[in-house]
């Protein structure tokens, strides 16, 4: 199975300060079709996921333009160009590529 | 809107069954991979089992294979999981999810418990 990393396990930011989340997958996460099926979740405290970022870097619709996704291969990264209150949960990279399709352990991020 | 429902959670005897449901609206169910996907209390999360659109394939996690079963009904837009010889580990929150987590659920809890 494809093993996803993420760093750091827990993140604590300022309120309008930036954030970003590494997520490192075990192989290469390029697809035959040329498609790279990585996804950011969003998990606020007592809801269901919700997908932010689809295929590295394209946006859910309603996702604030503050998140933004990037990279290719097996590293990827989640950024919040300024936190918010509303950003409080548990974030999951996943990917898409290869089954069984996997998820990394979350990455908590606390707003101080 | 895109509205996904499960429903068949509960409380059950290790060794026993338990069929959950989920209810698409708001989008062409049959034109949809879909997928359970759970969440064991305070844990993250696992991809549990994949149905390709018109039901003819259909993909388990290694710890599920043999005992669960994913089907669909495209007619009344319903997705189900089969669930048998259930054990401890399998307590979770399980969730309907579209494709590969575009949408889902609100979750339905499972408990396999003496």
């Known amino acids: 199975d494809v093993v996803m990393t993420q760093s750091p396990l827990s993140l604590s930011v300022t309120l309008g300060q930036p954030a970003s989340i590494s997520c490192r997958s075990s192989q290469s996460l390029l697809y035959s079709n040329g498609n790279t099926y990585l996804n950011w979740f969003q998990q606020r405290p007592g809801q269901s996921p919700r997908r932010l970022i689809y295929e590295v870097s394209k946006w859910d619709s309603g996702v604030p333009d503050r998140f933004s996704g990037s990279g290719s291969g097996t590293d990827f990264t989640l950024r919040i160009s300024r936190v918010e209150a509303e950003d409080v949960g548990i974030y999951y990279c996943?990917?898409?590529?290869?089954?069984?399709?996997?998820f990394g352990q979350g990455t908590k991020v606390e707003v101080k | 809107e895109v509205q996904l429902v499960e429903s068949g959670g509960g409380l059950v005897q290790p060794g026993g069954s338990l069929r959950l449901s989920c209810v698409a609206s708001?989008?062409?169910?049959?034109?949809?991979?879909m997928s359970w996907v759970r969440q064991a209390p305070g844990k993250g999360l696992e991809w549990v089992a994949n149905i390709k659109h018109d039901g003819s394939e259909e993909y388990y996690v290694d710890s599920v294979r043999g005992r669960f079963t994913i089907s669909r009904d495209n007619a009344k837009d319903s997705l189900y999981l089969q669930m048998n010889n259930m054990r401890a580990d399998d307590t979770a929150v399980y969730y309907c999810?579209?494709?590969?987590?575009?949408?889902w659920g609100q979750g339905t809890l499972v408990t396999v418990s003496s």
């Open positions: 996943m990917q898409g590529t290869h089954w069984p399709w996997t």
């Open positions: 708001g989008f062409t169910f049959s034109g949809y991979w």
């Open positions: 999810a579209q494709k590969r987590g575009d949408y």
